[in-house]
């Protein structure tokens, strides 16, 4: 056989095209997809075909079953969304490259009725009129806060920036040396202060700023003082930052607001739970911030939003401003906000709802009863590899709490006949993409991270991969 023979041998667009098995794709893919995939495949064997030596023209074999097959293969990895579930094997809870906070499972079914039909999103049902996407959330942030009005927004940069474009466009803010942080990479106070219109007023060192030093700097252009969560660093030693009640007595002295960016917020005091003291929001709230804004996807374990809460006079400026209609959040945002809010109505409901404060609150006990059963279940897999249970150690994540490590249970894997990072590599891939961590030359799995029903998609993973 000649390749010339070869290449009539291959079928046209058209003739794979009347195939039974590709007319039955057209009720699944877009037929235009269909046909640039025949295309490529069609190409591929003609590249084949020209590659071929001598000796092999013989052996080639045009197989239209494996044509088909493959096509299907590749229509499945080209209409497969890009965005996808992975699954959280590091026990970094709040983990920021991962989409932060999970969800609550219940939330799907709010969530969805308002996403795929019509909604009083903007209108008032009582008076049949015209009505406010924010005033949905009103009644809950004030139930549970006391604050006494709430602007929820894209996120929580968005948030800072529109509270100090708002109240403080073209004046000082005063903020700490030690506060200036940059988080996540792209957002740094000093930045975010800059296009927001407000002027930086740094006062105090890096690691010790007084009331004294806000009070020094008040001119008769300040127009906030501004306290931010350094939420991914700690200075240690020998440190001092002012109390927000200090702030708010200089604040009263002079007639000038307090504002506080806590980041993540939380709704909770964790301490409780064995997790180091985080400031909540109503703490805030209480100790004099007229402002405070905190994310909606760190530890609270809601949607990505910027939430601001606070004094009615600064928010219904905020509302009015015109950067707010830029910011502000759709359907789905509200939706989830308002049914994950609801959970903390009920301190007990939101910790066993909020897949977030359920993994950071879990007692060691659970966490060893995940581990033994995972590490049972992988025990019965049968496989080529050394599998334990160690004490590991999980993250809050998210720039929270960051010197905190919470005590936990890792199963750890040393493949027999696969080197460890051959296998972190293969679970990454696979098509449930488990994203583990490699520590000590092992394969870790931190349990605390995993939702009940992973343990049998990670064992069935372990299963093809080393079985
Ligand atoms: C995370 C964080 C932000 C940014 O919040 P996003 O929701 O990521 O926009 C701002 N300030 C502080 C103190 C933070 O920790």
């Given at each position: 056989m000649d390749k010339k023979t070869l290449f009539s041998k291959l079928?046209?667009?058209?003739?794979?095209?009347?195939?039974?098995?590709?007319?039955?794709?057209?009720?699944?893919?877009?037929?235009?997809?269909?046909?640039?995939?025949?295309?490529?495949?069609?190409?591929?064997?003609?590249?084949?075909?020209?590659?071929?030596?001598?000796?092999?023209?013989?052996?080639?074999?045009?197989?239209?079953?494996?044509?088909?097959?493959?096509?299907?293969?590749q229509l499945k990895l080209k209409y497969a969304l890009k965005l996808k579930r992975v699954i959280n094997a590091t026990g970094v809870v709040v983990h920021t490259n991962l989409g932060r906070?999970?969800?609550?499972?219940?939330?799907?079914?709010?969530?969805?009725l308002i996403a795929s039909r019509y909604s009083n999103l903007e209108y008032?049902?009582?008076?049949?009129?015209?009505?406010?996407?924010?005033?949905?959330?009103?009644?809950?942030?004030?139930k549970i806060t006391g604050a006494e009005d709430v602007l929820v927004v894209n996120n929580n940069a968005a948030a800072v920036m529109l509270v100090l474009g708002t109240m403080a466009q073209g004046k000082e803010v005063i903020t700490s040396r030690g506060e200036l942080v940059e988080i996540g990479g792209s957002f740094r106070i000093p930045s975010v202060m800059e296009q927001s219109g407000a002027k930086l007023v740094e006062v105090g060192t890096t690691n010790k700023t007084y009331a004294s030093d806000y009070e020094a700097a008040i001119t008769e252009n300040t127009g906030a003082l501004l306290k931010v969560h350094t939420s991914n660093f700690r200075v240690v030693g020998f440190t001092n930052t002012p109390e927000l009640e200090e702030l708010r007595e200089i604040g009263d002295k002079y007639d000038i607001p307090v504002i506080e960016d806590l980041g993540s917020g939380v709704f909770i005091d964790l301490s409780k739970y064995g997790l180091s003291y985080e400031p909540t929001v109503m703490d805030s709230l209480r100790k004099g911030a007229d402002i405070v804004t905190f994310s909606g996807d760190k530890i609270l374990g809601g949607p990505q939003a910027g939430i601001i809460v606070g004094k009615k006079k600064y928010i219904e400026k905020m509302k009015k401003n015109q950067m707010t209609r830029a910011l502000r959040v759709d359907k789905f945002i509200i939706c989830a906000l308002e049914?994950?809010?609801?959970?903390?109505?009920e301190e007990e409901i939101a910790i066993k709802k909020i897949p977030t404060l359920r993994m950071l609150t879990y007692t060691i006990d659970e966490i060893e009863e995940k581990a033994q059963r995972l590490?049972?279940?992988?025990?019965?897999?049968?496989?080529?590899?050394?599998?334990?249970?160690?004490?590991?150690?999980?993250q809050v994540g998210g720039g929270s709490l960051p010197l905190e490590r919470i005590e936990s249970r890792v199963i750890s894997i040393v493949p027999e006949s696969m080197s460890v990072s051959r296998l972190e590599e293969s679970l990454r891939l696979c098509e449930d993409h488990i994203i583990g961590r490699i520590y000590d030359e092992k394969y870790i799995i931190d349990v605390r991270t995993l939702f009940d029903e992973e343990y049998e998609i990670i064992c069935n993973q372990l299963k093809n991969i080393l079985g």
């Open positions: 079928p046209s667009v058209d003739k794979v095209l009347s195939n039974g098995c590709i007319i039955e794709l057209e009720k699944q893919y877009p037929r235009s997809l269909i046909v640039e995939v025949i295309r490529e495949q069609i190409d591929m064997a003609r590249k084949k075909i020209l590659a071929l030596a001598e000796g092999e023209m013989e052996s080639f074999d045009i197989n239209e079953e494996i044509l088909i097959n493959e096509i299907k293969d906070s999970p969800m609550a499972e219940e939330i799907k079914e709010d969530l969805w008032d049902i009582e008076s049949g009129k015209r009505g406010s996407r924010y005033s949905h959330l009103e009644d809950i942030v004030r049914a994950t809010m609801r959970y903390y109505i590490h049972g279940m992988i025990g019965r897999l049968g496989i080529a590899a050394e599998v334990n249970i160690e004490v590991g150690h999980s």
